[in-house]
């Protein structure tokens, strides 16, 4: 039996933000160091060498790809672009073909006619590792993780097939590893994912842009809601971490779940919070405080009710904060 994560939660699908604004990405471009696959369609990166392991469905790989059609591979390169002469999750290693892919917007992208480019590297920035350990929830890898390692991979205004750039999309995976356990980051700059699919499969249509995880193994696999459909674009402006257009998961487990994390569990139900943590569903989460505190990002801070009238507050006489 084919081994398919089912989704049980509320996705947050209304915000303030509808999705990630590009300041939030992960500096990228060739001042940031990175390389770029060039003005080219179905094209993928030499090996990626790496000194500290990723983990991806339990196993271990310090070789990894970036393929311009919105994915990365591990352990060797995925040929096929999607869905045209590929096939819908679960996709077997077979031939030579390696099909353990990480899949942040696996379509037909179309670089050639010179306008986008997809961006790589490796990192071990201080900052950005840092940044990486702030973006994964305590919830989801608990307060010890430390990033050791991350591989930053960027398709910026890309088009599709065949050399249309009328509609762009723009997102980023962040790949972060400590050596033992490995985290995807997904983020979808704010209304910047226009298309689903080439010009070659019907409508803009037909088999549409798949998000998710592949094992290889022709079994196991992972799929975001939305995949192979219209709706897929819903991907900027959905969550699993209370940030639309921004997604979390662990990769490292045998299994892969896409889930809503509960932000609150951690810290004895008060998550990142100061006093109160309330579960908004779908990754969100909001802070609040006991009374005679104010809020102020996640920590309570007292509120100092004799300050005023000559530190006497409401008080004729003597006042005792």
């Known amino acids: 039996m084919a081994t398919h994560e089912l989704w049980t939660i509320s996705l947050l699908c209304c915000s303030l933000v509808t999705a990630v604004p590009l300041s939030s990405f992960y500096p990228y471009g060739s001042a940031n160091g990175d390389t770029t696959l060039g003005a080219f369609d179905d094209v993928i990166s030499p090996s990626i060498a790496t000194s500290v392991p990723f983990y991806f469905y339990g196993n271990a790989f310090s070789n990894l790809y970036v393929n311009n059609n919105g994915m990365i591979t591990f352990g060797g390169q ?3 672009y999607f869905p045209a002469n590929g096939a819908p999750f679960p996709i077997a290693t077979a031939s030579g073909i390696v ?23 490796t990192s071990s920035d201080a900052t950005l590792l840092s940044k ?27 088009g599709y097939y065949n050399k249309k750039i009328d509609k762009m999309n723009t997102f980023q995976c962040i790949l972060v590893t400590n050596s033992s356990e490995t985290f995807a980051i997904f983020k979808y700059a704010d209304g910047m994912i226009m298309w689903t699919s080439g010009e070659n499969q019907a409508t803009l249509g037909g088999q549409e842009a798949q998000v998710g995880f592949n094992s290889g193994n022709g079994v196991t696999y992972a799929s975001f809601p939305g995949s192979l ?12 971490v209370g940030i ?3 997604w979390v998961v662990r990769i490292s487990s045998d299994i892969i779940t896409i889930t ?14 100061g006093q109160a943590c309330t579960d908004n569903g779908g990754g969100s989460f909001n802070c609040s405080c006991q009374t005679g505190y104010i809020l102020t990002g996640y ?9 005023s009238n000559g530190g006497l507050g409401p008080c004729q006489q003597i006042c005792t904060n």
């Open 260 to 273: 809503a994390v509960n932000q609150c569990a951690p810290n004895g139900g008060k998550g990142p919070c």
């Open 78 to 80: 995925y040929y096929n």
């Open 244 to 246: 639309p257009g921004q």
């Open 299 to 307: 920590i309570c801070v007292d509120i100092d009710e004799c300050s």
């Open 132 to 158: 990486a350990k702030s973006d994964i929830p305590a919830a989801l890898s608990g307060d010890n993780f430390t990033p050791q390692l991350l591989l930053i991979a960027t398709w910026d205004q890309v």
């Open 99 to 121: 099909a353990t892919i990480v899949a942040p917007y696996m379509a037909d992208v179309d670089n050639s006619v010179g306008v986008g480019r997809v961006w790589y590297r």
């Open 229 to 240: 459909t219209t709706s897929i674009v819903n991907i900027a402006s959905t969550s699993n």
